[in-house]
């Protein structure tokens, strides 16, 4: 069994393999390859949590299960820290172990990439990133792979953050003008695509400041309680799409509470990210709002891994 970490993955696997192998395993899940279990988020207290998500593919005959720790409370430790066990099912055998808080982060942001590809408008260059921790940086490469982003205006609670997340992107070579703000409105009516990346459990922003045509990718909030997105965006949304509905209606606390509150349906999630391959671009105009409100599920995972064995067994 190999065991690779976060630092090893990172040199040899990137943003473009991460979004190949997701849309792989979205062909997989659409012709019946995919087994999984609903992920079970245990609490460990009132910020910290331990997630664990298995998943099969009986196409490629793997099977994964990540556990992943989120310690908001950790200063000199990262907030997410991960593991996956691949195994093979032909045999049985644990082929590999490895880190998994970049895949994760990666994973979410091809995600991301696929999402916005099908639903931003086409002429988008403006990237507004609210929230600027540890799953924003893959979210800002996952934009910036498929639209011409030229400016990118960050928000964070603690300015400092985004200071160094600005820093962090000109040192990557991500060719944008890059600006802090201190009022996050002033994100929300300059961007035409949005990304929000926090653990909020009220609105970090004002859905009545979202501009025409604009387009919003929401991946922080991953439990019921949490919620990052008011009503009012998700009342404005002429399209809404998830990455997977089963897992959204289990642990999205925005929508959860948004149909608890009769403002939208669960019949008015248009569908999933399987059903971006009925559509080349699903904006129908402009002046569309859309959105994409993501929390993950085992066969991402499982496509990023798969991805990684192969790249370390050429």
Sequence with gaps: MITLTDEQIQEKYSISHAIRDVEGILRDYREGAIVQAVRTVLPVDDESSMLYMPCISTASKTSIIKTVSIFPVNKDLPTTQGNILVTDLEDGRHKATMEASYLTRLRTGAMTAIATDKLARRDATVLGVIGTGNMAFEQVLGVTEVRPVERIILFNRTEAKAHDFRRRIETFGIKADVEVVGDVSEVV???????????????????????AGTHVNGVGSFKPSMREMDNETIARADQLYVDDLEAIQEEAGELMHAVESGIIAWEDVRGSLVDFFDGDHLRRDDTEITLYKCVGAGYFDLAVAGGVMRMFSE
């Design 189 to 211: 009516r300059s961007a035409d695509i949005i990304n929000c990346a926090t653990q909020a459990t009220v609105p970090v922003f004002d859905g009545e400041d979202l501009r």
